[in-house]
């Protein structure tokens, strides 16, 4: 027996619908900013080259391979979560002779691999499916946000683990204290006027406010071991070259420079969300060639602690 009319209507109805959204997806156009609907306009000051709203994943997905205000911001941080998924399975699967303690070293830097790798894939996810619709726009926002806390929370482990290696209390205190400003920060991220143009500055507040309490602990250590100890063993001067690219970043992206004084000349290249994904990804790897160097000292002298050190 053959299919009723009415079957195939259907069969025919979901059989163009499928060959309109083909064509239609490979035929959108970039459109200027002042057109977009109001959940798409985020910074006014890139006028031009902007995707249109593109309700398909398939052409979201589809977009990373053309030009527009979003290619930028996508492919840093792609690139950047590829590259740092390497150098993770690299180091986790260093032989275990490199090291004083190979699993509890291994898990500390497996949890800062983790939180970078997060923040990079929620991040250059969330600026392809961004123009998806309103609800995945926002959904996906908040995953973004959410992978900053993490990358933040997750570069602490292995600073504080090996800075305080021999004064395990402080390190304990430290990590709960991050691990509760980190998830303060993620509830607060999950509020939908959050990623609004508006709240862009407290944005950028919330996310320096939790990486800047590292202040404390990195105090802490200098007072205890002295400016020049920490400078040397310490690798304080790693640790201050990465906030100072976070913050670079932050501010740039929180003031929108350069393009707020070139408006229409930065909307492809070089505007301050670009500039912000290559300082991130720039200070995770300083933050991580710090940490390492950390480690490489403590395999040097052994795993044991001198009683000045356990003071």
């Known amino acids: 027996m053959g299919m009723s009319p009415l079957l195939q209507a259907h069969h025919a109805m979901e059989r163009m619908e499928e ?9 959108w156009r970039v459109i200027p900013h002042d057109v977009l609907p109001d959940w798409l306009k985020d910074n006014d000051f890139l006028l031009h080259g ?15 391979f053309r030009i527009h205000t979003e290619t930028g911001n996508i492919w840093t941080h792609l ?20 090291f004083v303690a190979p699993l509890q070293e291994k898990v500390v830097f497996g949890l800062f691999f983790l939180g970078a790798i997060l ?39 292995p600073w504080l683990y090996y800075s305080f290696y021999c004064n395990p209390q402080p390190c304990f205190i430290y990590l709960i204290v991050i691990c509760v400003l980190g998830i303060a920060a993620i509830i607060v991220s ?4 959050f990623a609004t143009p508006q709240y ?10 939790l990486g800047l309490s590292g202040i404390i602990p990195t105090l802490h250590y200098v007072i205890s071991e002295g400016f020049l100890r920490a400078a040397t063993i310490g ?3 790693w640790l201050m070259l990465m906030a100072s690219l976070y913050i670079t970043g932050a501010a740039l992206y929180a003031a929108r420079i350069p393009e707020r004084f070139f408006p229409g000349k930065c909307d492809i290249w070089f505007h301050s969300h670009q500039l912000f994904h290559i300082f991130v990804v720039a200070g995770a790897f ?10 490489e000292f403590r395999f040097m002298i052994g795993g044991g602690c001198t009683e000045e050190e356990e003071l």
């Open 286 to 295: 300083v933050h991580f060639h710090g940490v390492s160097n950390l480690q």
């Open 119 to 157: 923040c990079l894939s929620f991040s250059w996810l969330f600026h392809t499916v961004y123009c998806h619709s309103e609800g995945v726009s926002r959904l996906f926002s908040k995953l973004d946000y959410s992978g900053i806390a993490l990358l933040i929370m997750g570069s602490f482990v």
């Open 190 to 193: 999950q509020w939908d006027m």
């Open 50 to 64: 902007h995707r249109p709203p593109m309700p398909s994943f398939r052409a979201c997905f589809k977009s990373i």
């Open 200 to 209: 862009r500055g407290v944005r950028a507040g919330v996310f320096l406010g």
């Open 19 to 27: 060959f309109v959204c083909k064509v239609w997806e490979g035929r």
């Open 79 to 98: 690139l950047g979560c590829v590259f740092f998924l390497c150098l993770g399975i690299f180091y986790m699967f260093r032989p275990n002779i490199s």
């Open 235 to 237: 690798q304080i001067g």
